[in-house]
Antibody, heavy 119, light 112 residues
Framework: EVQLVQSGAEVKKPGESLKISCKGS????????IGWVRQMPGKGLEWMGV????????RYSPSFQGQVTISADKSITTAYLQWRSLKASDTAMYYC????????????WGQGTLVTVSS | DIVMTQTPLSSPVTLGQPASISCRSS???????????LSWLHQRPGQPPRLLIY???NRFSGVPDRFSGNGAGTDFTLKISRVEAEDVGVYYC?????????FGQGTKLEIK
């Protein structure tokens, strides 16, 4: 069974750093892209970027390039999303998902990690 | 970036009746390999999205056959033949033909 288990909710202050995780199991981690999607409160889905864990090829949306870093450690089948300096506007639910390039869609999703940034 | 525009943004429907959502892309979604990477996702309140349809018309594993997708080029449609209570929520189209991939703004399906 394919599973993506994300790290727990975070409450941070503006300017703090953060790294959230997404652990995959039940599939060959190095054969699929892993993507991150943002959903701000009451809003729609925003594609942030994807990483191919086998070679760490990473693609970002221009909207998020330079604002976040996507990484992965294939030895522990885990992908990461990190911020160096959080802003209040980073408050959102963040989902990871497997991207199957043959299907061209995000087929399996994590449960989401709620990040709250508030002073 | 390819802009995905969905209509309507809200759709009140009667249980047992059909529903239809449109998605238009700002440029053709035909990839150089001949495939069109247009997918549909459904998100119930408080849950992560789930994949319904990929490559315009292919139902993902476990998706009921009352869901269907069609279209070509820049115009695509998701149809629900007979709406059930569990179908409420927000539906998104997504293009994966070109990086960055992009989502439509979402269509909220609610029961009348």
């Amino acid at each position: 069974e394919v599973q993506l288990v994300q790290s727990g909710a975070e409450v941070k202050k503006p300017g703090e750093s953060l790294k959230i995780s997404c652990k995959g199991s039940g599939f060959r981690f190095t054969n699929y892209w892993i993507g991150w999607v943002r959903q701000m409160p009451g809003k729609g889905l925003e594609w942030m970027g994807v990483i191919y864990p086998d070679d760490s090829d990473t693609r970002y949306s221009p909207s998020f390039q330079g604002q976040v870093t996507i990484s992965a450690d294939k030895s522990i089948t885990t992908a990461y999303l990190q911020w160096r300096s959080l802003k209040a506007s980073d408050t959102a639910m963040y989902y990871c998902a497997t991207y199957d390039s043959l299907k061209g869609g995000f087929d399996y999703w994590g449960q989401g990690t709620l990040v709250t940034v508030s002073s | 970036d390819i802009v995905m525009t969905q209509t309507p943004l809200s759709s009140p429907v009667t249980l047992g009746q059909p529903a239809s959502i449109s998605c238009r892309s700002s440029q053709s979604l035909v990839h150089s390999n001949g495939n069109s990477y247009l997918s549909w996702l459904h998100q119930r309140p408080g849950q992560p999205p789930r994949l319904l349809i990929y490559k315009i018309s292919n139902r993902f594993s476990g998706v009921p056959d009352r869901f269907s997708g069609n279209g070509a080029g820049t115009d695509f449609t998701l149809k629900i033949s007979r709406v059930e209570a569990e179908d409420v929520g927000v539906y998104y189209c997504m293009q994966a033909t070109q990086f960055p991939h992009t989502f439509g703004q979402g269509t909220k399906l609610e029961i009348k």
